[in-house]
């Protein structure tokens, strides 16, 4: 009412609305693990059990992706967000130590909050890092409340509880709470204004664990989706017929009682509801943010992308809760844009997209020049019309554990990861998904129109030997544009029809 004296959160928030402008806005980059496209209501493949409300309304208040590939596994899908290149262009990144220790050259490998933070954006970076030890306090970021599991890998495995959490690059402390619920609260300050300045735009990287395994819901949801049903996915068990030989010796699940799939003597059922239960939260958590953007007043000048980094396979061509693999089960991701009176509303743009296309998208909204050559494109044309026509293919380059010049030379094997998945190059041109594995082995093509759970490898038929061809020479010819490395001497694939 006229005349009431403002509460002290009316305060901060309005101390809080000032400092973005059209020209700077903030950004709210909220990003997910191993969270599947298929868990989200509002993509046409989820269950129709699924409900995420909360996410489901951020996309019709924007711009949905059908189709993102951000990366092969987690920490790969993160280099590519700190520095704009594919993995095999994150120069001086290494694995080393016990898993997932790892490290980088600050120099050879710089990433580019460091330009945000140099140009005038407050940036800030809340929860789970997994490139390097070295979470670039100071230097990238002015905020930062993280989990550094490459410097704690005793506690790499604690997702949901117990993690120890490294405050302003000062003290560590365990953190009790389910965590998606803590990085939401400390989200929720900063958006308030608590602990940043009012007169900068603002970058938040905000870096849930969820719904990463041990896909630990919160004990609310423990009671949530009781009854629930779906198909088995018809390629859980082998053979696979025109599958790559590596893709034969998938068997994750056995034969139960009646045939029911069974994994360490739970049903698929079982792990299903297990990891769609622990999306709850992340949608919660979704709402509030948004809720204190409004209640801020700065919904309407903040750029809010939401996605994950690859999604998880549970059943599909025989994996259980795995990524790595090429297949659209394991690493396609949700993507969703939004910011009220610059982006369009309720739309779906069909044209696949790349993680390394975000990037670039950011510095765009941001109106600032790229402070390197990044291997992604603006994704600013779809946005303002996804129907629009987009000339580009996606190009995902997935090279296990080694990054940069580390792949220049394709090892023996092709430096198979995760059960086996050789290294590959992955192409999409509009409906139509190529796969060459680096490995002597037959490559992958599918037609997702006709084949969206590919299962039919139109690289094993006589008759699609022509598109094979061109999408091999367009995958080389984007693997050359991009200075891969291995681009000039690839292993040699097995051609199914030699002489065609």
């Not at 940036?123 to 030890?133: C, D, L, P, R």
């Not at 259980?320 to 949700?334: E, L, M, Q």
């Not at 038929?461 to 693997?479: C, D, S, V």
């Amino acid at each position: 009412m006229p005349g009431m004296p403002l509460s002290r959160r009316q305060m901060i928030a309005s101390l809080a609305a000032a400092p973005a402008t059209p020209q700077r806005p903030n950004i709210l980059f909220i990003y997910t693990d191993d969270h599947s496209y298929r868990t989200l209501s509002c993509y046409p493949e989820a269950f129709p059990w699924v409900r995420t409300p909360n996410i489901d309304k951020l996309a019709k208040e924007g711009v949905r992706f059908a189709a993102a590939y951000n990366g092969a596994w987690c920490m790969p899908s993160r280099a590519t967000m700190l520095t704009g290149h594919y993995q095999s262009g994150v120069e001086s990144m290494t694995m080393e130590g016990d898993y997932p220790g790892s490290n980088y050259d600050p120099a050879k490998c710089p990433f580019w909050p460091k330009t945000f933070r140099e140009k005038g954006y407050f940036t800030a970076q809340i929860g789970k890092w997994h490139t390097g030890t070295d979470t670039g306090y100071g230097r990238d970021w002015d905020f930062q409340l993280v989990w550094n599991r490459p410097k704690f890998p005793e506690t790499a495995t604690h997702y949901y509880y117990d993690q120890p959490i490294t405050y302003h690059g000062g003290k560590t402390e365990m953190l009790k709470r389910y965590s998606t619920d803590q990085y939401t609260d400390w989200a929720l300050d900063l958006i308030r204004g608590k602990d940043r300045p009012a007169n900068k735009p603002w970058y938040l990287w905000l870096c849930y664990g969820a719904v990463h395994g041990p896909y630990t819901p919160a004990e609310r949801h423990l009671d949530e989706l009781k009854g629930i049903d779906f198909d088995t996915p018809k390629d859980i068990f082998p053979p696979r017929a025109g599958k790559p030989d590596w893709a034969q010796k998938i068997e994750m699940w056995q034969k139960g009682p009646n045939g029911t799939p069974m994994a360490q003597g739970r049903t698929l059922n079982s792990w299903v509801r297990q990891y769609h239960q622990g999306v709850f939260a992340l949608d919660e958590a979704v709402g509030k943010l948004m809720a204190a953007l409004e209640e801020t007043k700065q919904r309407q000048n903040t750029l809010v992308i939401f996605t994950s980094d690859q999604g998880l396979a549970f059943g599909q061509h025989g994996f259980r809760g795995v990524k790595i693999a090429a297949y659209d089960a394991n690493v396609r991701s949700p993507l969703i844009f939004s910011m009220p009176g610059r982006i369009p509303q309720n739309r779906v743009c069909q044209t696949p997209v790349a993680g390394v296309d975000l990037v670039p998208t950011m510095f765009r909204f941001a109106n600032l020049p790229l402070p390197w050559e990044m291997h992604g494109r603006d994704l600013t044309p779809l946005l303002n019309h996804p129907e629009a026509g987009w000339p580009h293919p996606m190009l995902m380059i997935a090279t296990g554990q080694k990054f940069g010049s580390d792949t220049t030379h394709v090892p023996a094997g092709a430096g198979a990861f995760h059960e086996q998945v050789p290294w590959y190059v992955m192409i999409r041109d509009k409906h139509l998904k190529y796969v060459r594995p680096l490995v002597n082995d037959l490559e992958e093509l599918y037609d997702l129109n006709r084949d969206p759970e590919e299962l039919v490898n139109l690289a094993v038929q006589r008759e699609h030997q022509a598109t094979l061809r061109r999408l091999r020479a367009l995958a080389i010819a984007e693997l050359k544009r991009t200075k891969t490395g291995f681009a000039d001497h690839l292993p040699p694939v097995r051609e199914a029809f030699p002489s065609a």
